[in-house]
């Protein structure tokens, strides 16, 4: 499995990353101007607000760019040609992210994906996303 | 209030080395700060002004006590390698109001032969653009080519043509770190980096810095060094836009229309443009969101020797750009407006001099295309322009 390396967390992003710990990715909508945010934040980056909520997002989108890392560093070292992508989320957001469990030959832009965790062993999981499986 | 004419670039210096171990980055400023006041016939005891990047230590402040300075003006502005540009139109600005009348512009960086690290994401961002695997800037570029190449059906080959005519260019200039003609075929058959980026399509990684000295008019006029006249500055910053990102322009779509309408000149009235060349990807977006071409049509716009010295359709980076001659510290601004001068002085290499060249372009790319970066164009004109 890809390494999964604990992200950075803050008291703004808590909620967010707990969440992924049950295996759900929530994103914020603004209630005051009904835009989906990205990436979490406290004020709506459209009108400033901090009335914005959190809902359960769909867990599926498409690759909407995508790169292949021939050679790792760090804890990516050892992890062999891996995958970096932009997935546009069924709700919106285009989100950075990696594709694994794929045929990396056969990605394309477009490619339907759906979501993954991958534990950190830190109170988070890294979402992740391989092809869809319908 | 314009800043046309307000202000003129009279003094510049690229370090000649690209490996430099055996000197602090504190006198690599000390260096480059003392050959472009050289070049222009000024003294450090001239300079009232003071901009540099966030790597030269906290804030302003570190440099300005190293080079034992008192400026009535300074500025620290941080859009990676495209800050030393916006130092070009921020000094003009703080020139044009009466706040000073040599600005000071130095970089310095040793990524070979000392530490270096610089984050892409520490903002509110972090935890959601790292943490991917993301080791530095190739990753993130790659994911901007991908894109392009989809929309617009732009192909390797013709990103290679970029890194070809940087080569070309290169041959001429001794210091170059990579001082040879490549071909095509050597940028395909070199390693795939990050697809589709090759290790041929991305700049080269170097020690050494460079410095620009910004003066009054009254100043520029006692000097005996030609100077290049300020026409224009435009700066934007792009980012991920809540989630909204589009890879497949640059911040150039608005620092662009900014410089050019300051300088009240249009794209046909450029003969020369040093373009921020990280990789082979950011120059060809670079070109079509400047206007040079349609959007998409950069790949057309390079083939065939576009732009290869002197003669092409857009001659640039006559130095050899960052992808062949110098990457300074990982930062490519200063070495484009070092090389634009040179070009406004007719002393680039006679090989690769454009003849005529009456207004020339620098523009800078800092951070990442792939996420947010800083775009900085600049016009500079002769000095009677």
């Not at chain 1, 990516?76 to 932009?86: H, S």
């Not at chain 2, 210096?13 to 690209?18: D, F, Q, V």
């Not at chain 2, 703080?94 to 706040?99: S, V």
């Not at chain 2, 040179?342 to 060249?357: D, I, L, T």
Request: glycine share 10%.
């Amino acid at each position: 499995m890809l390494p999964a390396p604990a992200p950075v967390i803050n008291s703004t992003t808590a909620e967010f990353w707990k969440a992924t710990t049950e295996g759900r990715f929530i994103l914020q909508r603004c209630d005051a101007c009904d835009i989906v945010l990205w990436f979490p934040r406290r004020n709506c980056p459209k009108c400033w607000t901090e009335n914005v909520s959190t809902f359960d997002a769909q867990q599926t989108g498409t690759i909407y760019s995508f790169t292949v890392v021939r050679k790792g560093t760090g804890a990516f070292k050892d992890a062999g040609p891996f995958v970096i992508a932009y997935v546009e989320l069924a709700d919106g957001p285009r989100i950075m992210t990696n594709i694994v469990d794929c045929d990396i030959d056969a990605l394309h832009i477009g490619m339907p994906v759906e979501m993954v965790f991958h534990d950190t062993g830190e109170g988070s999981a890294l979402y992740r996303f391989r092809p869809a499986s319908r | 209030m314009t800043i046309r004419g307000a202000a003129y670039v009279a003094g510049i210096y690229e370090h000649p080395r690209r490996d430099i171990p055996d000197r602090t980055l504190f006198e690599i400023h000390t260096e480059v700060a003392l050959g472009a006041l050289a070049d222009a016939g000024l003294a450090m005891s001239d300079v009232d002004a003071v901009f540099c990047d966030d790597t030269a230590g906290f804030g302003p402040m570190s440099l300005v006590e190293h080079f034992g300075l008192r400026p009535s003006y300074f500025d620290s502005t941080e859009t990676g390698g495209s800050s030393y540009l916006a130092h070009v139109g921020h000094a003009a600005a703080a020139i044009a109001a009466g706040k000073c009348s040599v600005a000071l512009i130095t970089l310095a960086g040793k990524p070979r032969t000392g530490r270096h690290e610089v984050s892409f994401a520490s903002g509110s961002d972090a935890g959601f653009e790292s943490g991917w695997g993301i080791a530095g800037a190739p990753h993130t570029y790659a994911l901007a080519a991908q894109r392009h190449m989809y929309e617009f059906g732009t192909t390797s080959a013709q990103l290679a043509e970029i890194k070809v005519a940087a080569s070309i260019h290169a041959q001429y200039n001794p210091n170059a770190y990579l001082p040879y003609a490549v071909t095509v075929e050597d940028v395909l058959n070199s390693p795939l980096v990050a697809d589709p980026l090759h290790r041929l399509d991305c700049c080269v990684v170097t020690d050494g810095g460079g410095a620009l000295i910004v003066v009054s008019p009254e100043v520029a006029r006692s000097l005996n060094r030609t100077s290049a006249k300020i026409l224009g500055h435009g700066e934007a910053i792009k980012h991920t836009n809540n989630g909204g990102i589009d890879l497949t322009y640059t911040g150039a779509v608005w620092s662009g229309p900014r410089a050019f309408a300051e300088a009240g000149v249009s794209v046909a009235d450029i003969k020369y443009a040093s373009i921020y060349d990280s990789f082979t990807i950011t120059v060809l977006q670079t070109i079509e969101d400047l206007g040079f071409c349609e959007k998409g049509q950069g790949g057309k716009f390079v083939m065939d020797g576009g732009l290869v010295a002197p003669f092409g359709k857009l001659p640039f980076n006559t130095d050899g750009g960052g992808l062949c001659n110098n990457h300074p510290s990982n930062r490519g601004g200063i070495t484009k407006v070092i090389e634009a001068v040179r070009q406004m002085r007719g002393e680039a290499h006679p090989a690769v001099q454009v003849p005529n060249c009456q207004i020339s372009l620098a523009h800078g790319t800092g951070g990442s295309l792939g996420s947010k970066h800083g775009s900085v164009t600049l016009i500079l004109g002769q000095e009677d322009a």
